[in-house]
């Protein structure tokens, strides 16, 4: 991994002198810039605003607003005008651009932003529960604290101190870190803990349509905007090499007709964690919009390598890179050997109807690597259905998100690789797990960009069956989990650099890690203060 850092850095320097410096868009810091671009696209102002691939680019965000800028006529003198006016004043006005500012000279931003959280969490983590004694996961659950970015909150007393900080390499490069410390005191009997880690650090740069970055970095695929089957802000940011296109593009020739098009391929480490040190995590993803209200995508990414991992030529691997996860989908085996490494892929479909107030129905389809045949299109595969309508009521200040969710038991799990589709104990798709199905409720209430809070029902069910493979039986019938969840949380930007987060949740469980009579009331409180010292006047 660090002789690939070091030859990827050489090839940034390499294009230095026509490289431009841009940062992602944290999908986790600003969640209403993306809730932004939702509305303005339901309100017609946005034509080619792509979905399965997040974060964007800085560059790809203005691009975005511009675009709703240029359009705003098509709204004149209707009643949204003033809301669609008023947020793409906000949008911009809260990530200013800063390309006329950059310097040839090395500049540093000492704070971005600085947070200070408690979050007090009374819900037991668990194990996902094994189900067929050949294939295992290493994970664990707590859905009250899912989507989270990875952080590793405690039952009890979390106490966490965040900022970000940024340093500009003249006009072509641009590194960004968000350092975390977290302080947990458990009063159940365990010790209290101190980890110190990073959201993302990476260096990027921008050189025509291709963004190179180096480090780490959330990857968030799926309609869903916490993510989807196979990456999500579940678990933390990979560390990675990432290649990306900035703004769609149209293929050459007969191609052009596949629409345009978002390609991303990473290659990542995962060195902690898992059962083999140094294992390996790559992939990619190709997403197309052959009409401004459809588009689809596929992904193929795998687990493999590692000490004492199953062998495999170099042209072997690269060959299950590329194409290892299609054999699977359609019965022919693979290149290699089938335990040489983990592979998951998806198929997603979006359609959005400007009619019904710029609706979204999608549909995430996934299958895992064991490729027993007849059986994986229900026990292998893991589906995410939903259906988005960002302005349910006409000045698109109330939004519904309605989903649901299915997994067979073998999704996430491996024979070889028995730590699962995880990063540091946490599944890095869907946080449901395998064996579950769930349905999901989510209100949005968002007057201003100032002003904004959410309301959430969940009901999850998680079995426990025992099966037995490669010729599928359930061997014993175990007893099911259950959970209800209900959740709000606000956030309020009482002045342009202060920001306060609350968030309150509840959760029963019924028969909690599968055990008869063990129901559980789980209950999570969080407040969060956040400065930003560049818009402190």
Not at 51 to 67: A, D, K, M, V, Y
Not at 127 to 155: H, Q
Not at 309 to 333: C, E, H, K, M
Request: charged share 20%; net charge negative.
């Amino acid at each position: 991994m660090k002789r690939l850092s070091f030859l990827f850095l050489l090839a940034l320097l390499l294009v230095a002198s026509t490289a431009s410096a841009r940062l992602n868009v944290s999908v986790t810091q600003n969640p209403a810039i993306y809730q932004i671009l939702d509305t303005l696209t339901a309100f017609g102002l946005i034509d080619d605003y792509m979905l399965g691939q997040r974060p964007l680019s800085e560059t790809e965000i203005f691009r975005l607003l511009n675009e709703a800028k240029t359009n705003l006529p098509r709204v004149k003198g209707q009643k949204i005008e003033p809301r669609a006016m008023l947020l793409l004043a906000q949008c911009e006005h809260f990530l200013p651009d800063k390309k006329e500012t950059i310097a040839d000279t090395l500049r540093i931003t000492p704070l971005q932003h600085f947070s200070l959280q408690y979050l007090f969490l009374d819900s037991p983590y668990r194990f996902v529960t094994p189900t067929v004694s050949s294939a295992k996961i290493d994970a664990l659950i707590n859905p009250l604290v899912a989507y989270e970015g990875g952080r590793p909150y405690k039952d009890e007393h979390n106490f966490m101190f965040e900022s970000e900080h940024a340093i500009h390499l003249g006009s072509h490069f641009d590194i960004s870190g968000q350092p975390q410390f977290l302080f947990a005191k458990q009063n159940n009997g365990a010790e209290d803990t101190m980890q110190w880690s990073f959201d993302h650090l990476y260096l990027r740069s921008e050189f025509k349509n291709i963004g190179m970055q180096d480090g780490r970095d959330q990857l968030v695929w799926g309609f869903d905007p916490e993510g989807g089957n196979i990456f999500s802000i579940n678990g933390r940011g990979l560390d990675m090499l990432k290649i990306s296109n900035i703004t769609p593009f149209h293929l050459p020739w007969i191609l052009k007709y596949l629409g345009k098009m978002n390609a991303t391929f990473f290659f990542g480490d995962l060195t902690h964690g898992t059962v083999f040190p140094y294992t390996y995590i790559t992939g990619y993803k190709l997403s197309f919009l052959p009409h401004k209200n459809f588009e689809w995508g596929f992904t193929t990414a795998l687990v493999s390598g590692g000490y004492g991992s199953p062998q495999a030529s170099v042209g072997a691997r690269f060959v299950d890179t590329i194409g290892g996860y299609i054999p699977n989908l359609i019965g022919l085996g693979n290149p290699i050997d089938a335990f040489a490494s983990n592979r998951i892929g998806a198929f997603e479909f979006a359609l959005r109807i400007p009619k019904w107030r710029g609706t979204q129905i999608y549909w995430e389809f996934s299958l895992d690597d064991a490729n027993f045949n007849q059986y994986k299109f229900v026990y292998e595969s893991l589906n995410h259905a939903g259906i988005f309508i960002p302005r349910l009521t006409s000045d698109g200040r109330n939004q519904l998100r309605l989903e649901y969710k299915n997994a067979g038991f073998l999704p996430y799990r491996h024979e070889q690789f028995i730590s699962g589709w995880t990063n540091n104990k946490l599944l890095l798709g869907d946080a449901l797990g395998p064996d579950a199905q769930g349905v999901y409720v989510r209100y949005d209430f968002a007057p201003t960009y100032y002003w904004q809070h959410q309301l959430g029902f969940v009901w999850e069910e998680r079995d426990s069956d025992l099966y037995s493979i490669p010729i599928i039986h359930k061997t014993v019938e175990n007893p099911a989990e259950t959970r209800f969840r209900w959740w709000a949380g606000c956030r309020w930007r009482s002045t342009e650099a202060f920001e306060i987060a609350l968030r309150a949740g509840y959760e029963r469980v019924q028969q909690f890690n599968f055990i008869p009579g063990d129901d559980r009331n789980n209950f999570l409180t969080d407040i969060k203060l956040t400065w930003y010292p560049e818009f402190d006047s």
